[in-house]
């Protein structure tokens, strides 16, 4: 069965500590991985989306990894407005859409 | 854009009554998603519509829910009879791919349903 799991749970940070969050999966045959950031009581944001192994993408303070087993959220220099939960999905071939349960981050002033 | 519009935010109804949610997804995205998000399970997909078509809805619950999308710039979810236990977030999003093709989702600020 595909299996999505992030970790930590829950991350505080002070404002400028470099941190990375993990997401792990197993899933028969990746489509894509993608990375969104869910604000309370707010929809999840699209961040970004990566196809295969060894792919990087980058947004601002925020760069995305991917290798066959797993991916990473880089957060460098964080300010509080990074402040949010970190959600990882993937796709497998079949179409399945599978949301990790989210990395839930602080960063303190 | 104005993004995705559900409606309503908030909807507090009694166990055994209808509840539908609505649904506007951007205009020109080709295919729409329902997710459910709650604290023990996380965000579910409940169903998707490519082109306005229903295309999987294996993540539906029950029998109790149903969802449509009579164009392309409409959709519903109806929970008929609801149960406390259908108490979330629901989601509406929606992907200016066709799902199956990696898609990345547009999501609506979602409706807070209780049902007591």
């Known amino acids: 069965e595909d299996q999505v799991t992030q970790s930590p749970e829950a991350l505080r940070l002070q404002e400028g500590e470099s941190s990375s969050l993990n997401c792990s999966y197993t899933?028969?045959?990746?489509?894509?991985l993608f990375w969104y950031r869910q604000d309370p009581g707010k929809g999840p944001e699209f961040l970004f989306t990566?196809?295969?192994a060894g792919e990087e993408k980058e947004k601002e303070r925020l760069k995305a990894t991917l290798t066959k087993k797993e991916s990473f959220l880089h957060i460098t220099a964080p300010k509080p407005e990074d402040s949010a939960t970190y959600l990882c999905?993937?796709?497998?071939?079949?179409?399945?859409?599978?949301f990790g349960a989210g990395t839930r981050l602080t960063v303190k002033p | 854009d104005a993004g995705v519009i559900q409606s309503p935010r908030h909807e507090v109804t009694e166990m055994g009554q209808e509840v539908t949610l609505r649904c506007k997804p951007i205009?020109?995205?080709?295919?729409l998603f329902w997710y459910r998000q709650t604290m023990m399970r996380g965000l579910e997909l409940l169903i998707y519509f490519n082109n306005n078509v229903p295309i999987d809805d294996s993540g539906m619950p029950e029998d109790r829910f149903s969802a449509k999308m009579p164009n392309a710039s409409f959709s519903t979810l109806k929970i008929q009879p609801s149960e406390p236990r259908d108490s979330a977030v629901y989601f509406c999003?929606?992907?200016?791919?066709?799902?199956?093709?990696?898609?990345?989702?547009?999501f609506g600020p979602g409706t807070r349903l209780t049902v007591t």
């Open positions: 899933v028969s045959g990746l489509r894509g």
């Open positions: 205009s020109g995205h080709n295919s």
């Open positions: 990566l196809y295969s």
């Open positions: 999905a993937v796709q497998a071939r079949n179409n399945d859409m599978r």
């Open positions: 999003a929606s992907s200016p791919r066709l799902a199956g093709v990696p898609y990345e989702q547009y």
